[in-house]
């Protein structure tokens, strides 16, 4: 499986967080590749992107909450706030990922999930979180 396409399964499992707030992420994992396994032979990339982001949940919606101009999180696209989560971990926390293809492949997650003007949304708030941040990767 390509990193593509488990970065798909990440996204979805991270879109599934808005969903289940409370509930137990090991749980939401499990019940995903029970009804995903056929697709899913190697899942340490997906339970990986997946839980870095929900252990970093905090830091990471505070980081897109600051770089958002006359936005709040709350009026987010679900969708597009999933993805954004995902491209600001990969490009923060995951050490084996540049930053510029987080960005990448968070814009093609975006023109395949979201509206027409998400792409570039998602582009260009991820682009300014990496300026905002000046090559520093906080922990």
């Keep these: 499986m390509s990193r593509r396409a488990a970065r ?7 879109f599934q967080l808005e969903f289940v707030k409370n509930g137990d992420k090991d749980a939401l994992f499990e019940s995903y590749l029970e009804n995903h396994a056929e697709k899913l032979p190697d899942s340490k990339f997906i339970y990986e992107g997946f839980s870095g982001v929900y252990q970093n949940l905090e830091k990471i919606d505070k980081i897109i909450s600051e770089n958002l101009k006359a936005w709040t999180t709350d009026r987010l696209n679900k969708a597009d706030f999933a993805i954004l989560r995902l491209g600001v971990y990969e490009m923060i926390y995951n050490d084996e990922i540049p930053a510029s293809v987080a960005i990448n492949e968070a814009v093609e997650l975006a023109k395949t999930f979201c509206e027409d003007d998400s792409p570039g949304f998602v582009n260009a708030i991820l682009g300014d979180i990496i300026k905002s941040l000046n090559g520093e990767k906080p922990c």
């Design 8 to 14: 798909r399964h990440v996204f979805s499992l991270i």
